[in-house]
């Protein structure tokens, strides 16, 4: 059963006496809206503690939202053990969920829901799909919607189909209760657009930006010791992937094509740095990669880096690769670039229409043209220059106070709407 605890963020949280205590508006924190009698917003913030991905994505949103004067006032729904922002109320979810599992046990699903229903909020709004459960109270209801990932490639997301049916419904009930369905680029939005059979401007976007620590770096002595830590040559080349290690990111492509890469003595010296967590449901995929690069000793597994030493990480690479079947974003790739690192991109991905000519792309069966792009590039230092040039001028104009500001408007939107979206009929195919 979910317990919850309300309090505003800050640098010590008392838990209420009371549930009326605990039902009761507290005081704003800095930055907080200073408006009398603001309008109460609730974000699902379940994914809050997760490193990347969704959890990337909520904490940078929601932490612009905070810096942005608003007549909003928000309440997080949060782990008992995220730390919270300063300026947002916070309801805690005690025990904390298992924020991974594509369905929650029916009590916690009818817990969440309770909890969701007393909040007292004007509207909801759900950074992704994963925690979704039914708002069952007079709100309106906003669901970000990242990709189609899990349905076009659902073995690669799902261990059982009992899984991938679960998540199905979760997706047509979060899909009929939106007032919008928002999405991060105008390529996932197409893709969304298709799978649910809605019209695209019945999607809104709400697009994403590398996060402030992913910036060029001078730091000689840093930089040194994180080639130290990843056991890398001073001198050597470095061809970096970071993020998730999951079937559909295409990573065996990369160890096939670094292996062919090995076979030629002009490049010797290159290192591959693949950065993520190899535990839980990664594990598999990791394994898959160390038998294709078995014998290799240029190829490095770091395990998962906190950001401050991921970007050190990103400086010192001298290539980025995001190889990945799908991405409805790509912003791994794009912290990359801010960085100032040339990047190779999967074209299935949002990075095209974000990045243009800022970095090179290839079709990610097409492992031919992954190698000519690596080998291209290792041996040109002009090009990659100018490709960190126009990356770093590409990522200059991307905030995330941008993306919080269209989310906005389409809280303004929702909040003065009384239907849904198409009544939100749509059907999946």
Not at 5 to 30: D, I, K, M, V, Y
Not at 283 to 301: S, W
Request: hydrophobic share 45%; proline share 7%; charged share 20%.
């Amino acid at each position: 059963m979910q317990d919850i605890t309300r309090n505003s963020a800050g640098p010590a949280e008392r838990h209420p006496r009371s549930l009326a205590e605990a039902l009761a508006p507290a005081p704003r924190g800095e930055g907080s809206n200073p408006s009398r009698h603001p309008i109460r917003v609730g974000i699902e913030a379940l994914a809050w503690n997760q490193k990347t991905g969704y959890g990337r994505y909520c904490r940078e949103i929601v932490s612009a939202l905070l810096r942005i004067p608003t007549r909003y006032s928000f309440t997080l729904l949060m782990e008992a053990d995220a730390i919270a922002p300063l300026g947002a109320e916070v309801i805690r979810v005690v025990p904390p969920p298992h924020a991974s599992a594509p369905m929650r046990t029916l009590p916690k699903l009818l817990g969440l829901t309770r909890t969701i229903a007393r909040a007292g909020v004007k509207l909801w709004f759900f950074p992704s799909p994963l925690n979704f459960v039914p708002v069952i109270a007079r709100a309106a209801v906003l669901v970000a919607v990242h990709d189609t990932i899990p349905w076009r490639y659902p073995k690669s997301i799902f261990p059982s189909y009992a899984q991938r049916i679960a998540w199905n419904i979760k997706l047509r009930l979060a899909v009929q209760q939106s007032s919008r369905l928002i999405t991060v680029s105008d390529h996932a939005c197409k893709s969304v657009a298709r799978h649910f059979r809605l019209p695209e401007n019945a999607i809104s976007i709400v697009g994403e930006a590398p996060a402030a620590v992913f910036r060029p770096l001078a730091d000689c002595a840093a930089l040194a010791a994180i080639s130290e830590r990843l056991a890398v040559p001073p001198q050597a080349r470095m061809i970096v992937y970071h993020g998730a290690f999951a079937p559909h990111k295409n990573l065996r492509a990369l160890a096939r094509v670094f292996v062919r890469l090995c076979r030629e003595p002009r490049f010797s010296d290159v290192y591959l740095v693949v950065v993520g967590s190899q535990s839980g449901p990664n594990r598999v995929e990791f394994q898959a990669l160390q038998a294709i690069c078995h014998g290799l000793d240029r190829v490095k597994f770091p395990g998962a880096l906190e950001d401050h030493d991921l970007a050190l990480a990103l400086n010192r690479a001298t290539l980025a690769v995001l190889p990945s079947l799908e991405e409805g974003f790509g912003l791994t790739g794009l912290e990359a670039v801010a960085c100032g690192t040339p990047l190779i991109a999967t074209r299935s991905s949002a990075l095209p229409e974000v990045l243009g000519d800022g970095a090179v792309y290839f079709e990610p069966q097409d492992e031919n043209t992954l190698y000519a792009h690596l080998t291209g590039l290792l041996a040109d230092s002009s090009r990659r220059q100018a490709l960190r040039e126009l990356g770093l001028e590409r990522t200059a104009s991307l905030s995330w106070e941008s993306g919080a500001k269209r989310l906005m408007e389409v809280f303004e939107s929702a909040l003065a709407r009384t239907g849904r979206v198409r009544g939100f009929q749509a059907r999946a195919r």
